[in-house]
């Protein structure tokens, strides 16, 4: 079984900054992409930041040049480093994987951390 594990949400003013972590873990298997999505309240989910295996990244137009993403490889981690957050980053952030298992591609989520910004 293969679990995606998200940390790092909370309560934050507008202008401060928040680290989300997310660790895969089980056994036998690789990971191809990872990225964060998002959903606030009565918005469909939308992809935030995704960065292959090879580090290429892409982000959502609103976020780029506040948000960061990286993935320590070693680790099976990805990281989302939010700076200058506004109230209209405030969602359930989650955690996504494209991992091979056995051969078979499948994709992970994580259960989803809340992110809330207050003005």
């Known amino acids: 079984q293969v679990q995606l594990v998200e940390s790092g949400g909370g309560l934050v003013q507008a202008g401060g900054s928040l680290r989300l972590s997310c660790a895969a873990s089980g056994n036998a298997f690789s990971i191809n992409d990872m990225g964060w999505y998002r959903q606030a309240p009565g918005k469909p989910r939308e992809l935030v930041a995704a960065?292959?295996?090879?580090?290429?990244?892409n982000y959502e137009d609103s976020v780029k040049g506040r948000f960061t993403i990286s993935r320590d490889n070693a680790k099976n981690t990805v990281y989302l480093q939010m700076n200058s957050l506004k109230p209209e980053d405030t969602a359930v952030y989650y955690c996504?994987?494209?991992?091979?298992?056995?051969?078979?591609?499948?994709?992970?989520w994580g259960r989803g951390t809340q992110v809330t910004v207050s003005s």
């Open positions: 960065i292959t295996s090879g580090g290429s990244r």
């Open positions: 996504h994987a494209v991992l091979t298992r056995w051969g078979v591609v499948n994709d992970y």
